[in-house]
């Protein structure tokens, strides 16, 4: 069964507290949270202070998705506010690795992300030393957008990359996620599902949740 991971990008910012509780109480594991620089992606959302804010109100994993140009800049500031997993794209810095230890070193979990159009190949050399893999199933930007079912080629090539080579990250798909385009998925290897829309736009948020799971039984 997957776990979910909310994403407030489409929970109501005026009443985020009773959303944040709702999703929790389903069962998410997971929280999400769209950082948008309005560089790396046109859309600007929110910095670590929503980190900070959020933290003593949930025990969920705050899983922090940072679509930033040059993240290491802003590491430290999303592990100090309680992130619990920081995402890095490899199409946003020149230096990966770097990202990664920062992020480790800040003792916190350490996920790399890829767009639709980047390859496997690109963080192969990064594999060994991430917790996390985030492989975006729609190009990043916006909530709300279509699937694109040719990204499950590169979740099955790193589940397998993860059994050849023992590495011990968690597969995690965001973007266009629903109650049938999460089965394929799971069954190529993701363990974590990110859902926005599909969740927070829903009359019973609740029922969602659970359709995620129970869709991946
Ligand atoms: C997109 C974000 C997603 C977004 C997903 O750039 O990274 O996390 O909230 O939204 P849905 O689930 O609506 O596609
Ligand atoms: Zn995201």
């Known amino acids: 069964m997957i776990k979910v991971a909310p994403s407030i990008l489409s929970a ?3 009443n985020l507290q009773p959303d944040i509780e709702m999703v929790e109480k389903a069962g998410a594991e997971f929280l999400h ?6 560089q790396f992606v046109p859309a600007i959302s929110y910095g670590p202070g929503w980190v900070k804010a959020i933290r003593p109100i949930s025990k969920m ?4 998705h940072l679509m930033v140009q040059n993240p290491e ?3 430290d500031a999303f592990a100090e506010a309680g992130a619990d997993i920081i995402g ?3 199409e946003a810095t020149e230096h990966i690795h770097r990202a990664l230890q920062m992020i480790k070193n800040a003792g916190v979990k350490a996920e ?3 767009n639709p159009g980047t390859p496997v190949s690109a963080i192969e050399p990064v594999l060994h030393m991430v ?3 985030l492989v975006m199933t729609v190009n990043p930007g916006f909530g709300g957008q279509k699937f694109l079912p040719e990204t499950i080629k590169k979740i099955k090539k790193l589940d397998q990359l993860k059994q050849t080579e023992n590495y011990d990250f968690d597969i995690e798909i965001d973007g266009g996620v629903n109650d049938q385009t999460v089965k394929a998925c799971a069954e190529a290897g993701a363990r974590v599902a990110v859902a ?16 995620l799971k129970n869709a991946t039984k």
């Not at 949270?33 to 309005?38: A, E, K």
């Not at 736009?201 to 969602?208: L, R, S």
């Open 73 to 75: 800049r802003y590491v």
């Open 12 to 14: 109501d910012y005026v």
């Open 88 to 90: 890095v794209h490899v």
């Open 131 to 133: 917790d996390q893999v």
């Open 112 to 114: 790399v992300v890829i």
């Open 33 to 38: 949270i769209d950082v948008m620089d309005g």
């Open 61 to 64: 994993v705050l899983d922090v």
């Open 196 to 211: 926005g829309s599909y969740v927070f736009n829903a009359e019973d948020p609740t029922a969602q949740i659970e359709a």
